[in-house]
């Protein structure tokens, strides 16, 4: 057949060499795309690809995800509620954005965010520890107060008296009686943002935004336990499986292990 078409026999193997390597790449892609909640990027499939033996451009993945329908959920638009007022407390921004922290639990960092249940709200709050942006807290209620954030420490693993630093927004759900008293229980320090500026608590907004994108807006829960399985399950991949830019492409636990090897 190449004698025919005179084309030499080298052409014939490699364009199907080359069309085999595409269906091998569409299909890693697509797999890598569906494990990871829809919202990986051209960025973190790149990475992931790399993982399993395939070199493939950015721009090539692209065109792939585009061939196939693959939409990140990051397209979604974005809708930001109105935020509660703030406190008028005179504990100082210790923190000052220092966000890339080198011990573990040094500082950790909190917000909370809404979702709806069965068409009532409810909130969820996450604890992160700014070292390696593990989610090492977290608990889901009706209400946006002070026992939200409190059973969010009661899931923290180890001993909380390791937390060196708290900090939060200005909501008085972090800075009231109750919380005050959980805090100088283990001689946890307070920071707080300054009034008005949300740039303070960065890490903790940005943490929101990936959970509101990849996770709240991609569910319908039908009860409280639902929400909080869910939440159970997002937690868990987000710390053991999906890859963060700011860590190297490594896992917060992955970055967490890494960092204990390195130190002996």
């Known amino acids: 057949m190449c004698d025919v078409l ?6 014939f193997y490699y364009e199907a060499k080359e069309q085999t390597s595409e269906d091998d790449v569409a299909e890693a892609i697509a797999d890598i795309f569906h494990k990871n909640r829809k919202a990986y ?20 993945i692209g065109r792939i995800m585009k061939e196939q329908g693959l939409v990140s959920t990051y397209t979604v638009s974005q809708y930001k509620p109105l935020k509660s007022a703030c406190n008028e407390a005179s504990t100082a921004n210790t923190l000052n954005r220092e966000f890339d922290q080198t011990e573990a ?22 604890l992160i ?26 899931t923290v693993q180890g001993d909380l008296s390791q937390i060196q630093w708290f900090h939060t927004d200005r909501g008085s759900e972090f800075k ?7 805090l100088e229980t283990f ?19 940005a943490t929101y935004k ?6 709240v807006n991609q569910m319908n829960f039908q009860s409280l336990r639902h929400l909080e399985l869910e939440l159970y399950d997002y ?3 987000f710390n053991k499986h999906r890859i963060h830019g700011t860590l190297g492409y490594m896992t917060p636990v992955q970055y967490r292990h890494a960092a204990l090897k390195n130190a002996v």
């Not at 005179?6 to 052409?11: E, G, H, L």
């Not at 639990?105 to 996450?126: A, E, F, G, M, P």
């Not at 001689?187 to 608590?201: A, F, H, Q, T, V």
């Not at 990936?210 to 996770?215: A, N, P, W």
């Open 6 to 11: 005179q084309i030499a026999r080298s052409t």
């Open 41 to 60: 990027g051209t960025r973190k499939i790149k990475v992931k690809l790399q993982e399993r033996g395939f070199v493939v451009s950015r721009r090539r």
């Open 105 to 126: 639990k040094r500082v950790v960092v909190s917000d909370l965010t809404y979702v709806k249940v069965q068409n009532r709200w409810h909130y969820i709050c996450v």
């Open 129 to 154: 520890d700014l070292f390696n942006r593990e989610i090492i807290g977290h608990s889901v209620g009706p209400h946006k107060d002070a026992v939200l954030v409190s059973r969010a420490f009661a």
């Open 176 to 182: 009231n009686q109750k919380m005050d008293a959980l």
């Open 187 to 205: 001689e946890i320090g307070r920071s707080l943002s300054m009034k008005g500026c949300p740039y303070d608590n960065a890490v903790a907004e």
């Open 210 to 215: 990936i959970m509101k994108t990849e996770f």
């Open 235 to 237: 937690v868990n991949w």
